[in-house]
């Protein structure tokens, strides 16, 4: 994929917003994307906390509640590519399960990854549409609940409808639970430095010339 010159929409949580960095003007993946591939314009839709799926009880934040399906409806019309990136909240703080592959209902995981590829898919027919999954953060077990179901779910539902997805549990170097690499790239567990910002630039640069 030629990335000179095109639109890009960035939807996503904390990591698309910035939590974390020195400079939230250039030092976010997605602005050393279009800064280094001169991307048109490139435009982040990150609101922290937020999740893919919609939630049975109201979150005591109510930012938590703007959920993914609900933000395609704002984000620009003009994108040649749509990067989303989610998942890691639905599972740290989300109460809706993660359901089945069958889903259809935005009150389960799977079902919600359903409504909103679609959703996508119905307002960008033309653009490219790519997931990145969750990134390993320092807990990945919360009760019965595991990352990683949440991660194979992004994984299984993008590949029913032939969506691209970049792996960043599998393949993005960032592991918080060794010391090293949470000292270097993540110092909270779970949001990327600079640097761990941009580990997640070049995966996705990669990525994207890849297509």
């Known amino acids: 994929m030629n990335l000179k010159g ?8 904390s990591i698309t917003e910035g939590h974390g960095v020195t400079d939230t003007e250039h030092n976010i993946y997605w602005q050393r994307l279009g800064e280094a591939c001169s991307l048109a314009e490139y435009r982040g839709y ?5 999740r893919i799926a919609i939630q049975h009880t109201v979150s005591d934040e109510p930012r938590w509640d703007l959920n ?10 003009d994108a040649d590519l749509i990067v989303v990136f989610g998942g890691t909240n639905d599972f740290g703080h989300g109460d809706a399960p993660l359901g089945v592959m ?19 898919l119905a307002k960008y027919p033309d653009a490219q549409i790519v997931f990145m999954t969750p990134l390993h953060r320092i ?11 949440f991660v194979d779910a ?12 970049l792996d960043l549990y599998a393949t993005s170097g960032l592991q918080p639970q060794v010391d090293i690499i ?16 941009e580990k997640i630039y070049k995966r996705l640069r990669g990525f994207l010339e890849s297509l």
């Open 46 to 50: 990150g609101i922290s906390g937020t």
């Open 182 to 197: 949470m000292q270097k790239f993540c110092p909270d567990g779970l949001h990327p430095n600079d640097a761990g910002q």
């Open 139 to 149: 807990v990945e077990e919360r009760g019965e609940r595991r990352l990683k179901d």
């Open 154 to 165: 992004i994984r299984r539902v993008t590949e029913f409808y032939g969506i691209p997805v």
């Open 6 to 13: 095109i639109k890009a929409n960035f939807l996503g949580d």
């Open 102 to 120: 069958s889903d259809r209902s935005p009150y389960t995981f799977y079902g919600a990854c359903h409504v909103l590829i679609r959703k996508l």
């Open 68 to 77: 993914f399906i609900s933000r395609v409806a704002e984000m620009d019309p």
